[in-house]
């Protein structure tokens, strides 16, 4: 049973269509660029000595494990929020965690994120970390979440103020995973764990393979329309038809106007699958660069250019209706000059990615108890959600949190006006666990 | 904080004289030979390769690891009673884990006993494995735990019977520990644990240091006399002041009839404190050969021989009657011709275990959460119950069975006509519990 196969996801919206390859959503992809810094958080950076193999005695080699620090609010032993790193640089996520720095003040608690080994600048071999399997073999979770542990060890061990602190693990999507992982794994260390978004049973005979694609589906007829859905679905075959013909891969590489010529339409298509399984990822009410610069509502915005099309249209019309849809999202900021849709020069990041998933098969093992402390939240636009944990039932002992018009992780993002009430709720729920776990681990 | 810091525990019932080494207990020191097979269960032995480092993907290293399996009563996909082997052969946990033989037939399971990594013949490096870190730092307890999951996959990939198959972990002492971590730590493969007699809190700021010796004289009051203990009490300043005389050393071996001469007296007394932790640990009601060959009520026995003695009698007279009385014990079968205190010749499996436990600072996490499916069981007669879960109220989802006249792990062994009432009870509390889990098991 090869635990790759649950990865070959169908690609979303194109289930009409069986002659596409089956493959791997990758909404990663679409961030190469370090993140544009919004909120200009405050926090040191720091780096400690970790152990590259933390599961044998054999072997003594270290590498420096970046980390964030925010302390202004910190009183002594109090709280520490401490955000489990997931696949990029530590950075992107402090800043698109707003929950954690708005709840500081209150909690009187300090604020440390994480950054994952083999991501951001936290590669043990430097520019040699991804040459061959030698260097690379050593990114895996579990080792990942024993570097936060000798992370978390090493700052008591150096700072009275954490002597005894109640240690809440917050993480978002893998990061997510993490926080559950760590607080299930190392119970001394973490008093609970806020897992956002966290496909937690995205691997093989744990849930329905089918389930991305039709929550993809489901948010855009949601938050599109029922017309939306039936023109996207009208799409991928009009992308090949106009392919056959002649000068068709020109058409399409000028159409969408894509940074390379096309040999073969396929890579297009994957893009445009992943892309469209991006924008209801993050169909936030506003405004957001979390994964790529997005208009507000961009499941909207992407539909509303779609409009004018017809399911009825010619196979050229509805490329040159989709592709302007496309660039009008792809281009909102107006800074991009043309559409990189290939894995040529795929960011640093998304290489590790790449490897750590094709891995998972040997080393991950996604199981774990789901105990008390825990609270799992999902949105129910966000197509991750359908790995998530999302019925109460299924794990009496935990918190569930179900986030109706809630994007990717929208409750661990910084509050905003546009908020739907479902997902300020959610925070509050979340910071009520929070205050009780801490409550909890102050009273043992 | 160091971790090894719990393990130079108080010598045991050497309280009263504080001028002893504080040192770990060592019962294992007695195990040094092969196990006398009394029981002749019949099984296989087999072989499986198991990644050394299973935490990395850089070092494709394997080892062989070996099993015993005994099917002759397994239904297809019916369930099986899995062993975790812990510090030494798995031949000697096979042999003395009747309760598993006794069940077999009426669960229908299959018996399967792991082997520990770096004990018995599961030796990576052959004659090298001791030869330095860079062979022995894999000894850890979550490489253990990996094997057993890969030998776990490997049965039901390579054996139908084993498909779906309701999987009980059963182990005693450090194997009860492993046991409780293995369900927690793979769900997927494990429907429940008996952990018996299992010190999950021996570890520091979990327990207080005092407790093993508390117990041991406890045991001593009860299973002897308070004169038993009064007596115990005045022989370590009686060999102190012996060894100080002319010639006092010389006495020394000779009356206890050592295998090597003493060049201090500190060697003896270490020994005399891990006989008598262990005379407590093996206090069974019958005959027995686990740790050495000993007789019923080993406690009783060797209190009788002491009972002569009073607290008032000279240094000298008290030294005769001790070596006497150890001698009855030690030589309880007429086999052994001189006693063997140092560790100048251990065996295999005390050097491993001396070198795991030197490395737990570094690497055992001796934490994790109490979930259900979990059965801890403890003797009020043994030592290491002062480490063990002994209250339902520390751990609300789990099942906790005390057995007051239980030394360690009787629950486990064969049942004997001499079995007091409440290991009786013990034991069928468990094959319930198993029984119940299988259910589960199979309902989901």
Known sequence: MPFTAIFLLLGLVSSANSTFTLRSPNPMRFMKEPPKLVNSYV??????DVLLDHFSFADGRTFKLKYLISAKFHEP??????????EGSIETFAENTGFMWEHAEELKAALVFAEHRFYGSSLPFGNETFKDVEHFGYMTAEQALADFASLIEYLQLT??????????????????ILAAWFRNKYPNLVAGAIAASAPVWMFPNMSSCGEFNRIVT??????????????????????????????GLQFLYRTFTLCKPLVTVQPLIDYLVDFVGLLAMVDYPYEASFVGEFPAEPVKYFCRSLNALSSADQPVDVVLRTASAVRSVTNYTKQQKCIMIDDDLPGLDVKAWDIQIAAVDALFKPFFNFTNQHAYSNGDLDPWSGFGVQRQEDVPQCHVIRIPNGAHHLDLRASNPLDPADVIDARKQELDFIKTWIREWKAT
């Open 43 to 48: 926090y040191e950076t720091h780096y400690i």
């Open 218 to 247: 489901d948010t855009f007829v949601k938050s599109g329309s029922e017309e939306c859905r039936q023109v996207i679905a009208t799409v991928w075959n009009s992308i090949q038809e106009v392919s056959k013909g002649p000068a």
């Open 77 to 86: 032993h109090g709280p520490v929020l401490f955000y489990t790193g997931n």
């Open 159 to 176: 700072n009275e103020n954490f002597t005894n602190a109640p240690i809440i693990a917050l993480g978002g999507s893998y990061g997510g």
